[in-house]
T-cell receptor, first 115, second 115 residues
């Protein structure tokens, strides 16, 4: 199993450009999430999904869109990049066990810089 | 609203010392999950433990131990006989029972273990 994969690993954008951060998992997990990590602030939830076709906003959704057309993929779209979106982005997935929600498995992250 | 507080921004210890990382949480839910993750300098997020709110048993895994106390809303993490390889950022996180993929993270504690 590859686990959770994210592409690209690094990206530099100019203000106003758009792009899509890719996230895929091969563990057949229903639950997926996107977080951003900024210095001194821990990770904050951007959007999450509880299954294909079902998404919802997290704590900091402005400027981002998501879709979930398949169980495996959960791309994050930046509509018009701003310097405030400079951050490290993590995608995560999790499943369900008899004990409840399982741990979230995190991808390696995408380091995005917006100039 | 849920909140996680890690009051210790940075801790420095000498190898073989014991160290405790504090985590205090706030939630109105009666059922929830608590997590600890480690982020080494390489940047990936490593799962350490998940705890259900109805399971207050303390847990020990090698040099790691966790003390969960609902009465004080705390979920503290102790490393016994610390090693240089323990140097990392440690995050405590909380999720509601219904959506275990909506993690609320603390700001993290930077642990530096010196030889």
């Amino acid at each position: 199993n590859a686990g959770v994969t994210q592409t690209p690993k690094f990206q530099v954008l100019k203000t106003g450009q758009s792009m899509t951060l890719q996230c895929a998992q091969d563990m057949n997990h229903e639950y997926m999430s996107w977080y951003r990590q900024d210095p001194g602030m821990g990770l904050r939830l951007i959007h999450y999904s509880v299954g294909a076709g079902i998404t919802d906003q997290g704590e900091v959704p402005n400027g981002y869109n998501v879709s979930r057309s398949t169980t495996e993929d959960f791309p994050l779209r930046l509509l018009s990049a701003a310097p405030s979106q400079t951050s490290v982005y993590f995608c995560a997935s999790s499943g369900w066990t008899s004990g409840g929600f399982d741990e979230q498995f995190f991808g390696p992250g995408t380091r995005l810089t917006v100039l | 609203a849920q909140k996680v507080t890690q009051a210790q921004t940075e801790i420095s210890v000498v190898e073989k010392e014991d160290v405790t990382l504090d985590c205090v949480y706030e939630t109105r839910d009666t059922t929830y999950y608590l997590f600890w993750y480690k982020q080494p300098p390489s940047g990936e997020l490593v799962f350490l433990i998940r705890r259900n709110s109805f399971d207050e048993q303390n847990e020990i895994s090698g040099r790691y131990s966790w003390n969960f106390q609902k009465s004080t809303s705390s979920f503290n993490f102790t490393i016994t006989a610390s090693q240089v390889v323990d140097s990392a950022v440690y995050f405590c996180a909380l999720s509601e029972a219904e959506y275990g993929n909506k993690l609320v993270f603390g700001a993290g504690t930077i642990l530096r273990v010196k030889s």
